[in-house]
């Protein structure tokens, strides 16, 4: 096992409470929190949640060894005898299974979202994203939530790149679902103090018609692929013939609704809020919005954009990274050590709980020039940071984002489809991120559409 490169000092943060300790302060404002503890305190700190204790690791080598090197020695928290956060929402799916389970579901579903399939789908992700943003004629000139819309958007794409089919009747129903459901499956794990979810209280209750209207959507496409018989060509399909190379079985029909039900809620709500910061990026940095629309502009003459036109679009895909970089989707990545075991010369019990902040990594003076400042040019300059673990949008080690290559052809995709149309204008001074499973713009983002100025030709 590869030993880390340097040895840290684990910090006590000061401040926690009898009991308590810091999470008064830390389930108010997550994310600001552990930021400010990171740069008050360093890259290895130690702080409790209630009767937790947890780790909270902000440096490259701290992420590899957890991340990589140890993979198998740190270990996803979920349990699916008592579940709690996202496995109350998801079941037992990619992102929340581990050991076995995890390695079998892994070995069939990687192969669907090779990179060559989600280049094969970028047609029909312009195609999807070229009937909504058609849509926003009426809006034009009015203050629209940017954020809100990227939902969508996203959720239209991942329906019909997924399904086959439009889920624009549900969107206000699966957006309410998702909501209640996700910000039940945050507060049960930031809350440790919290009711069972069998107490008929209103919260719970809520939470239960949401996961029971979700679980008949997603079983009620599952049956009707299989009635009609029908193929599409699209992950549905993918999914239902998906076999393990080792057994030749496929997935159970609780395995399948667990998996449709991840790639649904992380295919839609990852990209859209990445996408939500970058339009806010872009409004508050005229000079790389300039550069962003002349680029598009030049490469696309007013058509639609394809999976070819990726390549001639370096800047748009500079502008994404550097927004993912800023505002990671997943701020933050949570492990629990399987083993007694030692990461970069602290020892760390069986049980012991890991953050690995993956906003922080981002942000870092010693691995970033100017590390606050939005600069996509600094992904065309050659400027890399000068740890290989320094920059993890989509994680890392075998535990990786399985739809890294989803999101990397559609965030560009989408972000140069709309620029050729809108100049977004910013209609509020100041946004707050917050984390609610993804890094989300705190109270939205309000923003001006203003059609851009240069004529549209037809795709047909």
């Given at each position: 096992?590869?030993?880390?490169v340097?040895?840290?000092?684990?910090?006590?943060?000061?401040?926690?409470?009898?009991?308590?300790?810091?999470?008064?302060?830390?389930?108010?404002?997550?994310?600001?929190?552990?930021?400010?503890?990171?740069?008050?305190?360093g890259?290895?700190?130690?702080?409790?949640l209630?009767?937790?204790?947890?780790?909270?690791?902000?440096?490259?080598?701290?992420a590899?060894?957890?991340?990589?090197?140890?993979?198998?020695?740190?270990?996803?928290?979920?349990?699916?005898?008592?579940?709690?956060?996202?496995s109350?929402?998801?079941?037992?799916?990619?992102?929340?299974?581990?050991?076995?389970?995890?390695?079998?579901?892994?070995?069939?579903?990687?192969?669907?979202?090779?990179?060559?399939?989600?280049?094969?789908?970028?047609?029909?992700?312009?195609?999807?994203?070229?009937?909504?943003?058609?849509?926003?004629?009426?809006?034009?000139?009015?203050p629209?939530?940017?954020?809100?819309?990227?939902?969508?958007?996203?959720?239209?794409?991942?329906?019909?790149?997924?399904?086959?089919?439009?889920?624009?009747q549900?969107?206000?129903?699966?957006?309410?679902a998702?909501?209640?459901?996700?910000?039940?499956?945050?507060?049960?794990?930031?809350?440790p103090?919290?009711?069972?979810?069998?107490?008929?209280?209103?919260?719970?209750?809520?939470?239960?018609?949401?996961?029971?209207?979700?679980?008949?959507?997603?079983?009620?496409?599952?049956?009707?692929?299989?009635?009609?018989?029908?193929?599409?060509?699209?992950?549905l399909?993918?999914?239902?013939?998906?076999?393990?190379?080792?057994?030749?079985?496929?997935?159970?029909?609780?395995?399948?609704?667990?998996?449709?039900?991840?790639?649904?809620?992380?295919?839609h709500?990852?990209?859209?809020?990445?996408?939500?910061?970058?339009?806010?990026?872009?409004?508050?940095?005229?000079?790389?919005?300039?550069?962003?629309?002349?680029?598009?502009d030049?490469?696309?003459q007013?058509?639609?954009?394809?999976?070819?036109?990726?390549?001639?679009?370096?800047?748009?895909?500079?502008?994404f990274?550097?927004?993912?970089?800023?505002?990671?989707?997943?701020?933050?990545?949570?492990?629990?050590a399987?083993?007694?075991?030692?990461?970069?010369?602290?020892?760390?019990?069986?049980?012991?709980?890991?953050?690995?902040?993956?906003?922080?990594?981002?942000?870092?003076?010693?691995?970033?020039?100017?590390?606050?400042?939005?600069l996509?040019?600094?992904?065309?300059?050659?400027?890399?940071?000068?740890?290989?673990?320094?920059?993890?949008?989509?994680?890392?080690?075998?535990?990786?984002?399985?739809?890294?290559?989803?999101?990397?052809?559609?965030?560009?995709?989408?972000?140069?489809?709309?620029?050729?149309?809108?100049?977004l204008?910013?209609?509020?001074?100041?946004?707050?991120?917050?984390?609610?499973?993804?890094?989300?713009?705190?109270?939205?983002?309000?923003?001006?559409?203003?059609?851009?100025?240069?004529?549209?030709?037809?795709?047909?």
């Open positions: 096992m590869p030993e880390s340097q040895s840290f000092t684990l910090v006590d943060v000061p401040g926690g409470a009898p009991l308590l300790g810091h999470l008064g302060t830390f389930k108010r404002a997550p994310l600001e929190t552990m930021s400010g503890w990171w740069r008050r305190y890259d290895a700190l130690r702080f409790r209630g009767p937790k204790t947890l780790h909270l690791f902000s440096h490259p080598d701290l590899e060894e957890i991340l990589v090197h140890q993979a198998d020695r740190f270990v996803k928290v979920y349990d699916p005898r008592k579940p709690t956060g996202l109350l929402v998801l079941g037992n799916g990619l992102v929340t299974s581990s050991g076995e389970v995890w390695k079998r579901h892994r070995r069939i579903i990687q192969p669907i979202f090779h990179r060559s399939r989600m280049v094969a789908m970028a047609d029909r992700m312009a195609q999807v994203g070229e009937q909504r943003v058609a849509g926003w004629v009426s809006l034009e000139g009015q629209i939530d940017i954020g809100d819309e990227m939902m969508q958007l996203t959720l239209e794409v991942i329906s019909q790149t997924m399904f086959t089919a439009s889920m624009a549900h969107i206000d129903q699966i957006r309410h998702l909501r209640v459901s996700l910000q039940y499956a945050v507060d049960s794990v930031q809350n103090l919290r009711l069972p979810s069998w107490v008929p209280t209103s919260r719970n209750r809520e939470f239960r018609s949401a996961m029971q209207f979700m679980d008949s959507l997603i079983y009620g496409l599952l049956i009707e692929r299989r009635r009609s018989g029908s193929q599409h060509g699209d992950l399909d993918l999914l239902l013939q998906a076999r393990d190379e080792e057994t030749g079985a496929g997935l159970t029909d609780q395995e399948l609704r667990d998996e449709t039900f991840t790639i649904f809620a992380a295919g709500g990852t990209t859209a809020t990445a996408l939500a910061w970058t339009w806010y990026l872009l409004a508050t940095h005229p000079e790389a919005k300039a550069r962003f629309h002349e680029e598009v030049r490469v696309l007013g058509r639609t954009p394809n999976a070819d036109d990726l390549q001639h679009l370096p800047y748009t895909r500079a502008v990274e550097e927004s993912l970089r800023l505002y990671p989707p997943a701020p933050v990545v949570q492990r629990k399987a083993i007694n075991t030692t990461v970069g010369g602290l020892p760390l019990a069986e049980g012991a709980l890991v953050f690995v902040s993956i906003y922080n990594l981002h942000r870092h003076p010693a691995f970033w020039t100017n590390p606050d400042r939005f996509p040019e600094r992904w065309l300059n050659g400027e890399r940071p000068t740890a290989r673990f320094a920059y993890l949008p989509f994680g890392a080690g075998p535990r990786a984002c399985v739809g890294i290559h989803f999101a990397s052809v559609e965030g560009p995709l989408l972000l140069a489809l709309i620029g050729r149309r809108y100049d204008q910013p209609a509020q001074e100041v946004v707050e991120p917050e984390f609610f499973v993804t890094l989300q713009p705190k109270s939205g983002i309000r923003m001006m559409l203003q059609p851009h100025n240069v004529p549209v030709v037809s795709s047909a």
